[in-house]
């Protein structure tokens, strides 16, 4: 589990310890948040180890695919959550953070999915989820480098899905507005959730346990589930 270690990847640790999978929780700076994770799934009755790993760096992830092969012998579900939520603006002259988005969202899960792809493949059946946003379908302004990235692990997500079947099977969950950034006022919280369908804001369980769902769905793969409370449908009837 890439980005396991706090918001709406601790909610997917977390699901998935209730389903009774050992966790192994990577994380790359969040070590404090990561060790807290590990010893909630623990108290779930569960094993839970944790792994530091810049995603992004392709020797550090086959390292880690190594160690992960060496202290737990195999893998049955991946999920890739880690991502870095930065805003930009095109044009620009800042392409630090245009190399560094696209470095872990797409270059990290592509890393960790090819050298774990072998521990995954060992299994009679094995999941990986991927986790994008409705950036996919919908631009936002002053996100390029996030919505591209996510993008492309959208593509990735339907071409592992091809060249990993039957053994693997890889889907992805489209989160909507299922936890504010601690910065977000009342009224942009109002706003958000206004542009749904529901009228109201989620959980981070409830990308939790779409991850869930995948991970369990034997005849589903290629696929994406939005858990958006509609918002990508309103986004749309507002347009048209």
Known sequence: MTGGAHRVGKAITLELARAGADVIVLYNSSGEAAVGTAREAEALGVAAKIVQCDVADVKAVQQMAKDVRAQSGRLSVLVNSADWFAQDAFPT????????????????????????????????????VNIVDISVWHAWPGFTAHAVAKSGLLALTRQMALELAPTVR??????????????YSEERLRRSSERTLMKRWGEPEDAAKAVRFLAESDYVTGEVVRVDGGELIAMRSRSG
């Open 93 to 128: 002259e800042d392409y630090e953070t245009w190399r560094r988005v696209l470095d872990i969202t797409v270059h990290g899960s592509f890393y960790v999915c090819n050298e774990l792809a072998p521990l995954l493949l060992e299994q009679p059946q094995a999941a990986i």
């Open 170 to 183: 890889v889907n992805a969950v489209a989160p909507g507005p299922v936890m504010p950034m601690p910065h």
